[in-house]
C-alpha cells in the first residue's frame, strides 16, 4: 500500500528519518545517559525500537504510559516524571512486576507514594518552569519525609520545559546551566545518585543531569526543526484536499489531527492559513508540485508532537515522507489516555 492510498487524515512516520534520529541520539546519550520519554510517542512498539538502541530506562507522562510499557516487558526502570495522589492507579503501578520510581514534590505526594506500596521516588524541584516541582530549598526536606515514610529516595529531577525551546542557542545554554545549578544545590540536599533533566532542545547541552528525558527527538516537529538540532522531521499528517476556490486549497486536516499550542502546521511551500475542526486551509499553489487540486495528497507538518500523535489511534511507518512513499508498518498508539 502507498500512503498515497490511506484513509485521511492518517498519521504517517518516515521510517528512514525515525531511523536516523533514534540512532544520532543513541550516539549522543549511550545507554542509560537517555531516558526516552514516552509521552512524545504513546506507542510501545517505538519504545521498542528505543531499547533496541541501549536505553533501557523510560520517562512517562501519565500513569496509563507506564502501566502499558511494564505490561509489555519493558520494565528495567520506569520513571512516572510526574506526580500522582490517585490511590487506585499509584496501586496499580506499585503492583508491576517492573521497577517503578515516581516524581514526589509535596508530603502529600510522598504519603501517597508509600500508602500506595510504590518503593522508590524522585524528588521533583522547580528549575524555572512554572509547573510541578518543589523549591530547590524544600528539597532536602521531601527526601527526608520519603525516607521516614519508608521509600528509597533515587535522587532529583527537574526539567527546565522553559528552556528547550529557546530559539537562541546561546541563551539555551545560559538558561540551562542556570535550571541545573538549582538541580545540583537540590540534589545536595537530596543525595541518591540519579539528576534527572533535560529535553530534545538542550540534549547536548545538558551536560549536569546524569540522564537525559528527550522525547520529541524520535518523531520531531516543526517547532523543534527550526531549532537547527540534528534531528529530522519524521511525523506528518496526511490529508486530502477537498475543495479547491482560487488560490484557496482546503484539505481535511483539521485540529483534531494536530497539536496546535506551538502554533500551525506547516504544509512545504504552501502559506497555512488557518485549521477548523476538520480542515486545513492553505495557498493552493506554491507547494513543490505546482498548484494542488481536488483529490490530491498532501503533507501536513505537526508543530508539536505531543499532543498531535495523542489525537491517532495508529501511526503508519512508510519508506519516505512523500504520497508514493510505500506503508511498510502500522504501530498502534497503545499509550493514549491516561
Ligand atoms: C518532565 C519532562 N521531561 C522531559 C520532557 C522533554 O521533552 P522534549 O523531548 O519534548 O523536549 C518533557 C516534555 O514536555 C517533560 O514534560
Not at 526539567?159 to 546551566?177: C, K, M, P, S, W
Not at 532542545?201 to 527550526?226: K, P, R, V
Request: with cysteine; aromatic share 4%.
Amino acid at each position: 500500500m502507498l500512503v498515497g492510498d490511506l484513509p485521511t487524515p492518517a498519521l504517517v512516520v518516515d521510517a528512514v528519518a525515525l531511523e536516523h534520529n533514534l540512532a544520532t541520539m543513541a550516539t549522543a546519550l549511550p545507554a542509560a545517559r537517555l531516558r526516552p520519554h514516552v509521552k512524545a510517542h504513546k506507542c510501545t512498539e517505538l519504545a521498542r525500537r528505543q531499547l533496541a538502541r541501549g536505553h533501557h530506562g523510560f520517562c512517562c507522562a501519565t500513569p496509563r504510559e507506564l502501566i502499558g510499557l511494564a505490561r509489555a516487558g519493558l520494565t528495567d526502570d520506569l520513571l512516572l516524571a510526574n506526580e500522582s495522589v490517585d490511590p487506585q492507579r499509584l496501586r496499580a503501578m506499585a503492583d508491576l512486576d517492573a521497577r517503578v520510581t515516581l516524581a514526589v514534590d509535596s508530603e502529600e505526594t510522598v504519603h501517597a507514594a508509600a500508602r500506595a506500596g510504590l518503593r522508590e521516588v524522585l524528588v521533583d524541584v522547580d528549575v524555572g518552569l512554572p509547573r510541578c516541582g518543589c523549591p530547590p530549598d524544600e528539597a532536602g526536606r521531601i527526601a527526608d519525609a520519603a525516607r521516614a515514610a519508608g521509600l528509597e529516595v533515587r535522587g532529583v529531577m527537574g526539567y527546565e520545559g522553559h528552556v528547550v525551546g529557546l530559539a537562541d542557542r546561546a541563551q539555551r545554554i545560559e538558561q540551562t546551566e542556570a535550571s541545573m545549578a538549582m538541580l545540583l544545590a537540590a540534589h545536595e540536599d537530596v543525595g541518591g545518585d540519579v539528576v534527572s533533566g533535560g529535553g530534545t532542545g538542550t540534549f547536548d547541552i545538558n551536560t549536569w543531569a546524569t540522564e537525559i528525558q528527550a522525547g520529541s527527538y524520535a518523531l520531531m516537529d516543526t517547532a523543534y526543526a527550526e531549532l537547527g538540532l540534528p534531528f529530522r522531521r519524521a511525523v506528518h499528517v496526511v490529508a486530502t484536499v477537498v475543495s479547491v476556490s482560487g488560490n484557496r486549497a482546503i484539505a481535511d486536516c483539521g485540529l483534531k489531527a494536530l497539536g496546535m499550542d506551538h502554533g500551525n502546521p506547516a504544509i512545504d511551500g504552501a502559506a497555512v492559513w488557518f485549521c477548523s475542526d476538520e480542515h486545513i486551509t492553505f495557498s493552493r499553489d506554491g507547494t513543490p508540485e505546482g498548484p494542488v487540486n481536488v483529490g490530491d495528497r498532501v503533507l501536513v507538518w505537526p508543530a508539536h508532537v505531543d499532543p498531535t500523535v495523542a489525537y491517532h489511534e495508529r501511526m503508519h511507518l512508510s519508506t519516505g515522507a512523500s504520497p508514493d512513499a510505500e506503508v511498510i508498518d502500522t504501530w498502534p498508539i497503545d499509550l493514549r489516555s491516561w
